[in-house]
């Protein structure tokens, strides 16, 4: 009988290696590496962690920014069996070290410039990782080991070990505001899938070259990173994004696949620097993170160009793209299911609806989470099954289809405004102010009424040198709207830019918190 390797991740950089060893497949800075080179490298990390006692199923931290050693390290844990746990350089130490813990990390990478998070609790890491097995990339400490001499002795031709497809591969934590947050696990089934779906979805070839600017904690990069290393394109990195950056990258290497969230796009944009002779290489523009309001979407489509891509999903593995072809027929709308997937409406008595009605999105298909680390209650609760039995994801996403089966996001159900009984859409507001020319960023959210229990509310970030005032821009979107119950009580100023988590989704329940504590 003829053995076929399952689906897993870690052989993807060894296929490459093998059938294509000298094509360029990373590039950071004036560091370039070709596919040979890249899995020797994560060969050795795969040995040296193996010699060090690790085994199949052992969680591994990783705490860097983009980098090309940051790849090996990653593809190099996952080739050893080892289940890579990226964490977010925008948390505290202490919630870091939280993370270690509740993932039960048995090994911890540290890269400059990031070491400062850590050095400061050397003390109690300890508890979390034992010395031997935390390594140092870029800095040396004292309680460290140095990452090249960690591999230095490490074996450059292991074959990655056998992996089954239901095998954990990676467990990215959600961006929680409160609490710790959940650790989504993905197996290697799972990984493989989503690559090869966001390969077809976005147009990923072996002549591609994709700009990777978003850090590599999220699971939004992991998607686009996956994709270009399924097909075998030529991925650049950067560590660190501001648009002068971005767009010499794109001229630099000719960069045909991005991927940015809104505000990213928009401060490109409005940027001094922003040429678009310096993006004509562009074919595909992915957005993800929140809806890109209208003015902005018909901004990218006449600068940018015609290649752009709306994209909406969850970590737990829910998500649809709304590709060039529809983006202006369709705006408002996240398209259509990513290919392998479903989607599906259910009311609040968790019956099917048919299209054209509004209730929560559900999805199934072979990129779902795992379930939900050490969170068995959690992960029961996040779980809708069909008639059939079949396992779908509840999103906390309110949505309807059109008559084309195009999907619609109306609100997260948690951030849905009830007043006097009447559902309100947010988003249906925030459309309206952001027209508004003074408007620079708005978030509509509900603070308590004496008479309708709450009532929406307008948060507003103005443009520099903005004239209007609070009361002219809230009578403004009052005259707009398309519905009394949709007439906000007031507008705030604020000269902060809204919370947002590391894709650009508002942190609506920071922002509710202050109005609703004395209630």
Known sequence: MIKTPGLNLASTPWFHGQARPQKTAFIFGDHKINWADFDARASKVHDALVKSGMKKGDKVGLLALNSIITLEIMYGVIRAGGVLVPLSAMQTPKLILSLLKDSEAKFFFVAAPLEGLMLSLSDTLDAAVSFENRISVGFTADGWRDYETFIDKGRTDLMPIDLDDEDECVIIYSSGTTGIPKGIIHTHQARVLTGLACALEFRVTDVSTMLITTPIFTNATWLMLLAAISSGARVVLSAVFSPAEFMAEVKRNEITHIFLVPTMYNTVLISPEFNPNDLKSLQVMVSMGSSLPLPWKKSILEKMGPGLFELYGLT???????????????????????????????????????????????????ALMKHYHNRPQATEEIIWKDKTGRTYIRTGDIGRFDEDGFLFIMDRKKDMIVT????????????VAIEHPDIKEVAVIAVPHEKWIETPFALVVPVEGARATEVEIKDWINERVSAKHQRVIAVEFSNQPLPRNALGKLLKKDLREPYWQSV
Do not use: C, H
């Open 316 to 366: 737990e593995g829910v998500g649809t793209t709304l590709k060039p072809e529809e983006v202006m027929e369709k705006t408002g709308s996240v398209g259509r299911a990513i290919i392998g997937s479903i989607i599906k409406i259910i009311d609040d008595k968790d019956n099917e609806l048919p299209w054209g009605q509004t209730g929560e999105i559900v999805g199934y298909g072979g």
């Open 420 to 431: 006097g009984g009447v559902n309100v859409f947010a988003s249906d507001i925030e459309e």
